[in-house]
C-alpha cells in the first residue's frame, strides 16, 4: 500500500497532485511546528500581467508562534481572502476555464475556518477531489504515533499498513532509508515531469499554483502531468551524477575565466 506524508500547503503547484496521486493513503502530517517563515503552507505563485506574483495569507503569529500547524491560524480579518479572490479574477478571466478555477477558489476562501490545518486541507482536498483522487485521507495529529524525525514517518506506516512510502525531493536531506528498508517499507521518490500547458503573461512556468492549470486546461490537466516514481537509490545516485557534472562545469568555467584573465594580463 502506497504512503504519501506531506504538510497541508496553500493551493500547492502541480506536483503536489502528481505526488498524492499515487498514494492509497495521504497523510497530512500538520502535528509538527509551524515553520517560523513563510514557507509553501502560506504562499505560492501565481502569473500575472506585472509578472510573478506571491499570494500569502497572513499568519497570526503573535498566537501561533512556536506552534504547530494544527494549533496555528491565519489572522480572522477576512480583508486577505477578498483581495485574493480579486487577484484571481484580474489575472486569470480571459483562460477558458476561468469559471471552474473560480468555483474551487471561492469554495476554498468561503471556508470558515482560520486555522491553518484545517484551511490548508480543506484547500487540498477541493484540488485533489478535482483531479479524481479517491484515496483515504487522514491527519496526522489524529492518529496517536510517537518518535520523532524518520522514526516517526515509519510508525505512521506501520500504523496504517503502508510498505511503499513515496516523497518529495526535500526529503532526500534527512531521510534515514535504511530505517524504512529494515522496516520492510520501500522509499521511493517522484521524479517531477510535466508536458507545458498553455498560459498567460509570457515564458511558460511550472512553479505556480495548480490553480493556473486548471484555469488554462480545466479537466484535461491531468493529461499535462507526467512524473515518475523511483526508488531512492536510483535517485540518490541520479542526483550525485548531477551534482558532479555541476561541479565540473563550474570547475571548467572558473578554469576558462582564469585563462581570460591571464591572456588579458599578457597583452597589457
Not at 26 to 52: A, E, H
Request: charged share 20%; aromatic share 16%.
Amino acid at each position: 500500500m502506497n504512503i504519501v506524508i506531506q504538510q497541508p500547503l496553500f493551493f500547492p503547484w502541480f506536483g503536489f497532485i502528481d505526488l498524492v496521486k499515487n498514494a492509497d493513503i495521504l497523510v497530512f502530517y500538520d502535528d509538527v511546528q509551524l515553520p517560523t517563515k513563510s514557507t509553501f503552507i502560506n504562499r505560492v505563485q501565481i502569473k500575472t500581467s506585472n509578472g510573478i506574483l506571491w499570494l500569502s495569507p497572513p499568519i497570526n503569529r503573535s498566537y501561533s508562534k512556536h506552534n504547530n500547524i494544527n494549533e496555528s491560524y491565519y489572522i480572522s480579518d477576512n480583508k486577505w481572502r477578498i483581495n485574493h479572490i480579486k487577484t484571481l479574477e484580474r489575472n486569470y478571466k480571459k483562460t477558458k476555464y476561468y469559471k471552474e478555477m473560480m468555483n474551487i477558489a471561492e469554495d476554498v476562501y468561503n471556508y470558515t475556518s482560520n486555522n491553518i490545518s484545517n484551511f490548508n486541507i480543506y484547500c487540498c482536498t477541493k484540488l485533489l477531489k478535482y483531479f479524481n483522487y479517491f484515496g483515504k485521507i487522514i491527519k496526522s495529529s489524529d492518529i496517536n504515533v510517537i518518535g520523532k524525525s524518520t522514526e516517526r514517518l515509519v510508525n505512521i506506516c506501520k500504523k496504517l499498513g503502508a510498505n511503499h512510502y513515496i516523497t518529495a525531493h526535500g526529503a532526500k536531506n534527512y531521510l534515514e532509508h535504511e530505517k524504512f528498508e529494515y522496516n520492510s517499507i520501500k522509499v521511493s521518490y517522484i521524479d517531477y515531469k510535466y508536458n507545458e500547458w498553455n498560459q498567460l503573461y509570457g515564458n511558460f512556468t511550472p512553479f505556480v499554483s495548480v490553480l493556473d492549470l486548471i484555469s488554462n486546461e480545466g479537466k484535461n490537466s491531468i493529461d499535462y502531468l507526467k512524473s515518475e516514481i523511483v526508488d531512492w537509490k536510483i535517485f540518490k545516485e541520479q542526483n550525485r551524477t548531477e551534482q558532479n557534472r555541476t561541479e565540473q562545469n563550474v570547475l571548467i568555467y572558473s578554469l576558462y575565466t582564469n585563462l581570460l584573465f591571464y591572456k588579458s594580463q599578457a597583452a597589457a
